[in-house]
């Protein structure tokens, strides 16, 4: 590199970082009208700020990264956004049908669905989550399978190892998970690998996987991907997630339903 050109290269990257904070996203195409740069110049200067954590590259651009904080445990998470939690629990019971399979897993939201299946459906409920099971135990129409595993404390779930190899058994026709994070470039990420290769699993039992998640859990990137946005086949969301990435996923192929 020409010694010359550092002192410019390292204050483009920081205009283009601050443009980012105003905006939330930018094209490498107005980047190189604004610093009169070729667009092959502004590619290498987003891949290594890409590289450097400090932006997220897209098709075309870049967006701002921002880094999905570390989740409190399920016991401190259950007042939070109760209504959009609510509806999206609805909206995802109103998709289960009489007599399915279906695997719920842990969370906030998903126990939701749980607490709001009809005193007179009948299923088959394949659960990791401590909650869920004492939700659904004294359902007098479904049938409860319980997976062991290891116990993830903070979200009183099972995972790990066994768990995995307790669902390669099973089979459903649908799997209602949460998310830690999700954006539409980076995919569905989480920051605890057991979780993560667990969640895994559930995705190759399921013939549909439906992703419950408020606004909150969107735009946001951890540290290890679980899988692209296109492994489900329907999300449901709460009405506050923005058009933007409603619109997105919708390109992809991805369901989106707004409860």
């Known amino acids: ?17 601050n443009l980012l904070k105003d905006r939330g996203r930018v094209t ?7 610093f009169s740069v070729s667009e092959a110049t502004i590619r290498r200067d987003l891949e290594e700020l890409d590289g450097q954590g400090r932006l997220r590259r897209t098709h075309g651009g870049a967006v701002q990264a921002i880094k999905a904080p570390k989740e409190p445990p399920i016991v401190q998470r259950i007042g939070e956004q109760s209504d959009q939690k609510t509806r999206i629990g609805q909206a995802a019971v109103e998709r289960i049908q009489l007599g399915e399979t279906i695997f719920l897993g842990s969370g906030t939201t998903i126990v939701e669905v749980a607490r709001n299946l009809p005193p007179n459906i009948k299923l088959t409920v ?4 401590l909650p869920v099971v004492n939700e659904l135990a004294t359902h007098p129409g479904i049938e409860l399978i319980v997976i062991g595993g290891m116990l993830r404390q903070s979200e009183l779930s099972m995972v790990g190892h066994v768990a995995e190899q307790a669902l390669r058994e099973l089979r459903a026709d649908k799997a209602f998970i949460g998310m830690y994070a999700i954006d539409v470039e980076c995919g569905f990420t989480n920051d605890y690998p057991p979780e993560i290769l667990t969640d ?10 439906i992703v419950l998640a408020d606004h909150s859990k969107f735009g946001r990137v951890s ?3 679980v899988a692209p946005v296109t492994a489900a086949h329907t999300i449901i969301t709460d009405r506050t997630t923005p058009q933007e990435i409603v619109e997105q996923l919708r390109e992809r192929g991805v369901r989106v339903i707004q409860a």
Do not use: C, F, W, Y
Not at 4 to 12: A, F, G, M, S, Y
Not at 28 to 34: A, G, R, W
Not at 126 to 129: D, F, P
């Open 223 to 225: 540290t290890m991907l």
């Open 200 to 209: 895994r699993a559930v995705m190759g039992i399921a013939q549909q996987l």
């Open 1 to 17: 590199m020409n010694i010359n050109e550092t002192p410019l290269k390292i204050e483009r990257h920081d205009q283009i970082q």
């Open 126 to 129: 394949i659960t990791n989550s």
């Open 28 to 34: 490498v195409q107005e980047l190189s009208s604004l």
